[in-house]
Nanobody
């Protein structure tokens, strides 16, 4: 069992930055690939970024490449999402998720554990 708790969301002006954190419980965090997803009002949940369990390989949604960076610190049981040059269309609830496995994963339905989400609001 893994429990995930996101933090770092909030209200920011367009062009600003935020860093989301997702802290995981348990001693097997390094066994899990991690992903960040987001869901805007009235829209389906979508992949933002994903990272392998060792952190050596990352994936980004095409529209976010160059602005967002996913990273992890397995010693701290934490995965991060650095978000720069934020736009109003980035407004959403952001979720982290964990899945046991050796790859990274982009489909939300394969993930085993989810956090409760953190709201990110970007004002214009």
């Amino acid at each position: 069992q893994v429990q995930l708790v996101e933090s770092g969301g909030g209200l920011v002006q367009a062009g600003g930055s935020l860093r989301l954190s997702c802290a995981a419980s348990g001693r097997t965090f390094s066994s899990y690939a991690m992903g960040w997803f987001r869901q805007a009002p009235g829209k389906e949940r979508e992949i933002v970024a994903a990272i392998t369990r060792g952190g050596g390989t990352t994936y980004y949604a095409d529209s976010l490449k160059g602005r967002f960076t996913i990273s992890r610190d397995n010693a701290k049981n934490t995965v991060y999402l650095q978000m720069n040059s934020l736009k109003p269309e980035d407004t959403a609830v952001y979720y982290c998720a964990a899945k046991g496995g050796t790859s990274y994963y982009t489909r939300d339905y394969v993930y085993d554990y989810w956090g409760q989400g953190t709201q990110v609001t970007v004002s214009s």
